[in-house]
């Protein structure tokens, strides 16, 4: 169950620093970009522990999940 709070708290740590980053226009043009990059890019910080890749794998589903709601219903 931590696993699931940590994962969801790393997705929106990421989100937020993307929207202090980016304007809400530019981050929709490159979600994909910050989708993929999340999704692979974690799991090489947390490489060697099984946990940290549960995590980092449950992190960027929750974060192209949270894009894809934001995209359709215009959040």
């Known amino acids: 169950m931590n ?16 929207r202090k ?18 999704t692979l ?3 090489l910080l947390f490489l060697g522990t099984f946990s940290g890749m549960i995590t980092a794998i449950l992190t960027g589903l929750i974060f192209t999940i949270g894009t894809s709601l934001m995209k ?3 959040f």
């Open 41 to 43: 890019g974690l799991p």
């Open 3 to 18: 696993i699931i709070w940590m994962s969801a708290a790393s997705a929106a740590g990421f989100y937020l620093i993307l």
């Open 72 to 74: 359709k219903y215009n």
């Open 21 to 38: 980053v980016m304007t809400r226009k530019t981050f929709i043009k490159t979600n994909v970009f910050w989708d993929v990059l999340l």
